[in-house]
């Protein structure tokens, strides 16, 4: 079920949130550099406004062991807030519209709320306190069960596959790196752990990481050209105490993206996330992912 | 409305289903002649012996279906896939029925005992397979009144010879095993593959058991009959799609 309303919706709710910026978030911290959100530089009262579009599929195992492809749209709405240069919070609202097709060709539907996640940032050093040239910042947070048990009209439950959380409670940490380099250079890194606790109807997710690498080349102030790398290992799954088969490993993609700002505080980022290395345990891919997203300094 | 509908769906989900291929599968008597009911079967041998069966019971451990063989061109594009394409035996799979039924041979022949619905990959199948294999305790339909627990086949009833004379009585058990790979036979007894190639096709087909053609080759008497009865259940059984 593909949302056509996806774009329309990004932007409307984009015109909704952006009221007129009191002053341009360039000149509140000094940098110029256009950025996604969570990797800004905060100071205090810099509220952010993000809506994002996203299109990923997956498919594990193999049509004699019951293998399965879903197809995942994605609307993430958020927004972060930094009560001071020294520490910001972010919340991240996901509603999912995935696919599920199963070898047999039957095809399960659902929409609802994914799983809520609030990230703290609590910038740890910085050169200097304005127009900062390295920021190095400590990471925490949570991810919530938000998103309910899906079940069938007759009340039969889902497949985990098709399910959008396991029900669990995630705690995340993590440190992030950002620096501009000089010129129209910079780069940021992060890395991100996230520890679950167990799930429901028998689920056990297993802790994941995740790792961000990338420089950003912007040549002119509206327009900025990424390229990086999105890594994640994960941990092997149980289901009712027995390992859950194709899952666990490692993937890195490839993560280009660019950023334009058609107006003073306004960036739309298109991405894409290409694998590049798939060590998923068993049978197991992800295919490339693309999104489209919109930022606003409010 | 609108909002209460896209709030109920985000915060208790909305979810629906569009069905796949299934194919229901059965175990029903079929002997050659007419259909038989009541406490007792009687079968004809070649010899011209009339063989009265009395109480009977056969474990059948397993179903599989089997795709038919690849062309050319699908061997081709299977071998640009990068998905795997194991075809390793587990306990359950979306091919195999594993949960062991035991058929109780005095069941009346106008019933079908169902074995399970599988919901196999999309394709066309043209074979299957069927192992007869000793019950255990968690086997569909396990008996109470005999010890079938252990055995694959267990058997009684009398033998009234050809040429007159007292019948002879005979109780025969066996824990062997036979596993027979038959075709899909269509109404007309021909080669037929079954289509489940269309989202929403939902199949039947059936085992079939032949319990007429048991003692053409077995005599019932004779030493080691229980073992070679139970290959010859398996070298009689059929596999038809309706």
């Known amino acids: 079920m593909r949302p056509s309303w996806l774009l329309p919706a990004l932007a409307l709710l984009a015109l909704t949130v952006a009221g007129p910026a009191l002053a341009c978030a360039t000149c509140g911290c000094g940098d110029p550099t256009l950025l996604s959100i969570g990797v800004e530089q905060p100071f205090g009262g810099r509220i952010r406004a993000f809506s994002e579009g996203q299109y990923r599929t997956e498919s594990s195992g193999t049509p004699q062991t019951g293998g399965t492809a879903l197809a995942e749209w994605a609307l993430n709405l958020g927004g972060s807030y930094a009560f001071s240069s020294r520490w910001a919070l972010s919340l991240t609202v996901p509603v999912l519209f995935r696919t599920l097709e199963s070898a047999d060709l039957s095809r399960d539907h659902s929409t609802n709320l994914g799983d809520v996640e609030a990230l703290a940032k609590v910038v740890l050093w910085r050169d200097r306190e304005f127009s900062a040239r390295h920021l190095f910042s400590l990471l925490g947070g949570m991810r919530f069960p938000t998103a ?116 003073t505080d306004w960036v739309i980022q298109l991405a894409a996330r290409i694998p590049v290395i798939n060590a998923l345990e068993g049978v197991h891919t992800e295919g490339t992912s693309a999104s489209i997203s919109l930022v606003v300094d409010l | 409305m609108l909002p209460v509908v896209v709030t109920s769906c985000l915060v208790l989900g909305c979810s629906s289903e569009e069905a796949g291929v299934s194919l229901a599968l059965h175990l029903a008597h079929r002997p050659s002649g007419a259909s038989q009911s009541g406490p007792e079967r009687i079968i004809q041998r070649p010899n011209g012996d009339v063989v009265r069966l009395t109480r009977g019971h056969l474990n059948v451990a397993s179903v599989e279906i089997l795709a038919c063989p690849s062309t050319a061109w699908r061997k081709l594009l299977e071998a ?163």
Not at chain 2, 89 to 106: A, M, Q, S, Y
């Open chain 1, 148 to 263: 309910p048990l899906q079940r069938l009209p007759d009340g039969t439950v889902l497949g985990s596959d098709i399910q959008a959380g396991p029900g669990a409670w995630w705690f995340i940490g993590g440190v992030s790196y950002y620096a501009r380099l000089g010129g129209p250079w910079s780069a940021y890194a992060s890395v991100l752990a996230y520890l679950p606790t167990k799930g429901r109807e028998g689920l056990e997710p297993a802790p994941t990481g995740r790792a961000t690498v990338y420089g950003q080349l912007q040549p002119w102030p509206w327009l900025s050209v990424r390229l990086g790398t999105d890594m994640r290992l994960d941990g092997v799954w149980h289901e009712n105490g027995a390992v859950s088969p194709d899952t666990g490993g490692f993937i890195a993609f490839l993560s280009p993206a660019v950023l334009l700002s058609p107006a």
């Open chain 2, 80 to 242: 640009l896939s990068p998905v795997g394409t194991a075809r390793a035996h587990t306990e359950g799979t979306p091919t195999r029925i594993g949960e062991p039924h035991v058929d109780d041979l005095l069941r009346d022949d106008a019933q079908a005992l169902t074995l399970g619905t599988l919901k196999p990959p999309a394709d066309r199948y043209c074979r299957g397979t069927v192992l007869l294999e000793p019950a255990d305790a968690d086997a569909v339909g396990l008996p109470a009144s005999v010890p079938m627990e252990g055995n694959t086949l267990w058997l009684e009833g009398t033998v009234e010879p050809a040429g007159g004379g007292a019948a002879q009585p005979f109780q025969l058990a066996s824990s062997s095993e036979a596993e027979v790979d038959a075709q899909f036979l269509g109404p007309a007894g021909s080669p037929s593959p079954v289509p489940l190639t269309t989202a929403g096709i939902a199949r039947t087909g059936q085992v079939l058991v032949r319990y007429d053609r048991w003692f053409d080759g077995v005599d019932p008497l004779a030493p080691g009959a229980a073992d070679a009865l139970v290959d010859a259940i398996a070298a009689s059984l059929e596999l038809r799609a309706d």
